[in-house]
């Protein structure tokens, strides 16, 4: 269970979780931290910015600048919100920047020609025929396509809810935005996803 | 109950119904209201259709060499800082001060060199109203210079006096 530590940050008692102590260690000059906080984040970072620009190369990319932001960062490191969400407000940041300058896209073509992102675990896992195969992978796509029609915060704020399970007030301090902007938000993306993905049940 | 789908409200709490984040007591609340609310079933199918879909949507492993790549990129960032520091650093740590007062008189003389006229604008106003003495203080002044005179006198008298 990890240990929780109380500090005084602006006459306000409040409790850092085991991340931003981490932080604060690294800060420190404490290597190790870092290697601890890199474990714990680098999959659901890496998967978030994925399923953001939808092209794993890039996101692995992203995800390698977010974790040199953080490290160059250190020395200022203030515990003033939760570390995650420090942590995917640069993600966010960064992948909004590559979907507007279309970075991904470029790189998308040619990755697309290359090879398909996930075959492994189709064939290996379960050993499904091709037919299963042909329909997972036209599933996904539809997916896939339905999370990139939405705009780029609606499609944050979703992946956000959706897998790494944030409550509206964290979402709302990584967009930056209200709790109330948060849930329109949602609203709305869920609502164009169920237009196009309900025929799915 | 009021339908769900009619109050913006209403409608979060069947988004939180459909992706199970209610609390046992209001889950049953909607569930009854579901029973009697075709509209209701219907976006709670669609939601759950979306949650399922999304479910399915698995992101694929991070490489094995992520972390070797970024401590690489660490370390060049680290070494290529220490690298264009090192030169300086003796002279910054022994000379700072003399440096640091080196730097300063080049940047003011810099600015001033670049703006010579930049002090006047200050002092015109101030030489535009020029104090002219009062009567009563010309006469204040030359009584005190009188006064002066005559107690230079005196004492210079005085002094003779006592030599005699």
């Not at chain 1, 994925?50 to 960062?73: G, T």
């Not at chain 2, 490489?63 to 090192?86: A, G, K, P």
Request: hydrophobic residues 40%.
């Amino acid at each position: 269970m990890p240990e929780r530590v109380k500090t005084d940050m602006g006459g306000a008692t409040a409790a850092l979780d085991y991340d931003a102590e981490l932080m604060l260690r690294v800060r420190d000059g404490d290597g190790a931290s870092f290697g601890l906080l890199l474990e714990k984040h680098r999959s659901p970072v890496v998967h978030f910015l994925y399923r953001m620009v939808q092209n794993h190369a890039v996101a692995e990319e992203l995800a390698q600048e977010v974790f040199l932001r953080v490290y160059r960062s250190r020395s200022s490191y203030e515990p003033t919100a939760k570390f995650t969400t420090w942590l995917f407000r640069i993600a966010t940041h960064l992948a909004l920047n590559s979907l507007r300058d279309g970075k991904n896209e470029r790189l998308q073509e040619r990755l697309d020609k290359d090879s398909p992102e996930m075959p492994a675990r189709q064939v290996t896992d379960r050993r499904p025929s091709v037919e299963q195969t042909m329909v997972y992978q036209v599933r996904l796509d539809e997916v896939r396509q339905a999370v990139a029609a939405l705009p780029g915060k609606q499609r944050a704020a979703v992946l956000m809810h959706k897998y790494e399970e944030m409550e509206y007030s964290q979402i709302a301090r990584v967009l930056r935005c209200s709790e109330s902007a948060v849930k329109s938000l949602l609203f709305r993306a869920y609502e164009t996803l169920r237009a196009r993905l309900a025929h799915m049940a | 109950m009021k339908c769900p789908i009619e109050t913006p409200e209403n409608a979060q709490l069947l988004l939180a119904y459909c992706t199970r984040k209610l609390n046992a007591e209001s889950t049953a609340i909607i569930e009854r209201h579901m029973e009697i609310c075709p509209a209701c079933r219907q976006f709670s199918s669609g939601q759950r259709a979306v949650w399922e879909a999304l479910d399915a949507w698995e992101a694929a492993p991070v490489t094995v060499d992520f972390d070797r790549r970024l401590y690489q990129r660490i370390d060049r960032e680290v070494s290529w800082w220490h690298l264009l520091m090192r030169p300086l650093r003796p002279m910054l740590v022994r000379q700072g001060l003399p440096i640091a007062a080196a730097a300063c008189l080049l940047v003011v003389a810099g600015v001033m060199l670049q703006h010579p006229a930049s002090a006047p604008p200050a002092a015109q106003p101030h030489s535009a109203q020029v104090e002219t003495p009062q009567p009563d203080q010309v006469d204040h002044a030359l009584d005190a210079m009188h006064m002066l005179g005559e107690f230079s006198y005196r004492v210079r008298g005085g002094a003779a006096d006592s030599k005699m």
